[in-house]
């Protein structure tokens, strides 16, 4: 028998990377991208954030976590632009991810913690888009290894 310490180390299988997002310059919309380089200095290239804080070069959100913030606002769907994040991953348990690396692509990415709501959630979601996303908010991560990521692309937990 398993104990807790060693389940954390278990996923069933890895995830996918269904949308990728990057703010070109601060307080423009978010542009839609089929790819993205990444640099272990820089982060995201062409993102407005590059080159900025290496705990937070890449924020990640759950896929499955979408109809939630949208239920909670009262929409049908929810367009991931809204959220400000860079990628939708779906089909693994991202909050479980704490203290883990993850290989997207060429890419390395080590998990730095939650990616909490900001104040902007309001403005693109509606009065209480911000407490409608606490808990749904994603994860940040740090560039371990640049390269290319690609929607489509296996999110694999590496042990």
């Not at 290239?45 to 990640?60: E, F, P």
């Not at 400000?84 to 203290?99: P, Q």
């Not at 979601?125 to 371990?144: D, E, F, Q, S, W």
Request: aromatic share 4%; proline share 4%; charged share 20%.
């Amino acid at each position: 028998m398993q104990n807790i310490k060693d389940l954390f180390d278990v996923f069933p299988r890895p995830g996918r990377v269904e949308w990728i997002g990057i703010r070109l310059e601060r307080r423009e919309p978010v542009q839609v991208v089929d790819s993205i380089d990444v640099s272990e200095k820089k982060g995201i290239l062409g993102d407005h954030y590059s080159g900025q804080s290496g705990n937070r070069h890449v924020t990640l959100i759950q896929a499955e976590h979408l109809p939630v913030v949208a239920a909670l606002t009262g929409r049908d769907t929810l367009d991931p632009a809204l959220l400000r994040r860079n990628i939708v991953v779906s089909g693994l348990n991202l909050l479980a991810l704490k203290e883990h690396q993850l290989q997207i692509g060429d890419v390395i990415l080590k998990v730095t913690g939650q990616c909490h709501p900001c104040s902007k959630m309001e403005t693109a979601l509606g009065p209480g888009g911000y407490n409608a996303m606490r808990g749904h908010g994603g994860l940040t991560a740090k560039v371990i290894r640049g390269g290319k990521m690609q929607v489509g692309d296996a999110v694999v937990v590496n042990q």
